[in-house]
């Protein structure tokens, strides 16, 4: 039996996951398993030549290590630079409670903190166009094994445009299926918000819970998965490849998008933006915190851009000059004349 006491990490790391994170600052059980995996393939990386990362003390996760841990998450396991940076913000929460826990180690806290992002290069957003949505929809068939939830789920993120987190924690308590329809949704940092749903959506949703040996409970998640526990993330996404495979037939444009469950978020936000609906309501539509975050939607959206610029008046309309330079000989003096 081993009768040594727990080191000053093993201390504060149980601090920081037992009370730190769920009870003083109320994080979501998503986050906190994301702050989670990244300090446990912290410990894994520095713990490598020792062999026993519960022995590893405060002293070695220095700079040094930390910084070669973020470079190895980039050439060994060929992460992104925006996960690197989710592992490093990870990191940081933790040595910035270490330093008020533990004043003697505040300094080493304060090089870890440091360590900065790097800057990551914006990625174009993958969206479903309005006919492409509706060939997914129309890929799933009612009749066979699990299509009337595949079909209950799909029409259900479309059409609130939920995190995918937001759509497998539902319980059947958060259903509202007659009028006024709605469903509450609880999303980053506890906070809840009631997003209205279409007839239609509600009608599946209950087609859906009538299936069940016991709908009436309430506690009861409204999906689950094969093996009649909550669906996950991961199976979220499967489904939605699936019917985007059998949709590629029908639409050859969805072969070349890279789609994911938040892209249906994204397809939200973007329809909403072409019916004409503000803003401000979509932020509250989607649950972001500032409306700036919903201002990325303006940019993404092809269709608004082609509109705009068959609006404007062509800048080179008339203008016959751009030939002169073949006749000029100093085509240096061309171009400093322009």
């Not at 020792?50 to 590893?56: A, I, V």
């Not at 790097?118 to 009749?143: C, H, N, P």
């Not at 985007?244 to 070349?256: D, I, M, N, Q």
Request: net charge positive; charged share 20%; aromatic share 6%.
């Amino acid at each position: 039996m081993n009768s040594s006491k727990p080191t000053t990490l093993a201390l504060a790391l149980k601090g920081f996951f037992v009370d730190y994170l769920p009870c003083q600052r109320a994080l979501s059980p998503h986050t906190i398993q994301s702050y989670r995996d990244s300090l446990k393939l912290l410990l894994q990386f520095a713990a490598a030549r020792k062999g026993d990362p519960s022995r590893l003390a405060v002293e070695q996760l220095g700079v040094e290590k930390v910084t070669a841990f973020l470079q190895s998450l980039e050439t060994d396991r060929q992460n992104q630079v925006s996960s690197r940076n989710v592992r490093l913000s990870a990191i940081h929460s933790f040595f910035r409670y270490l330093g008020g826990r533990s004043p003697q180690h505040l300094e080493q806290a304060q090089r870890i903190l440091s360590i900065p992002f790097k800057r990551a290069g914006s990625r174009e957003i993958q969206y479903l166009d309005f006919d492409e949505i509706q060939a997914v929809l129309q890929a799933v068939d009612t009749e066979a094994g699990n299509g009337c939830r595949d079909l209950a789920l799909l029409s259900l993120m479309f059409n609130t445009g939920a995190r995918v987190s937001e759509i497998v924690g539902l319980q059947t308590a958060d259903l509202r299926l007659s009028a006024p329809r709605s469903v509450l949704l609880r999303g980053k940092g506890q906070k809840e918000r009631t997003c209205p749903i279409w007839p239609e959506t509600a009608s599946l949703l209950q087609k859906l819970i009538e299936q069940r040996a016991q709908p009436s409970n309430p506690s009861a998640p409204v999906f689950f998965n094969n093996r009649g526990t909550r669906l996950t993330r991961f199976g979220v996404g499967l489904i939605l490849h699936k019917y985007v495979e059998k949709a590629v037939l029908r639409h050859p444009s969805l072969k070349h998008k890279r789609l994911h469950p938040h892209s249906i978020r994204h397809s939200t936000a973007t329809h909403l933006l072409r019916s004409g609906v503000d803003l401000s309501t979509i932020a509250h539509w989607l649950g972001h915190v500032s409306v700036n975050t919903t201002n990325k939607y303006i940019s993404v959206d092809l269709e608004a851009k082609r509109e705009t610029l068959a609006k404007a008046k062509p800048l080179l309309k008339g203008q016959r000059h751009s030939g002169k330079w073949r006749r000029d000989p100093d085509l240096i003096a061309w171009l400093m004349a322009l």
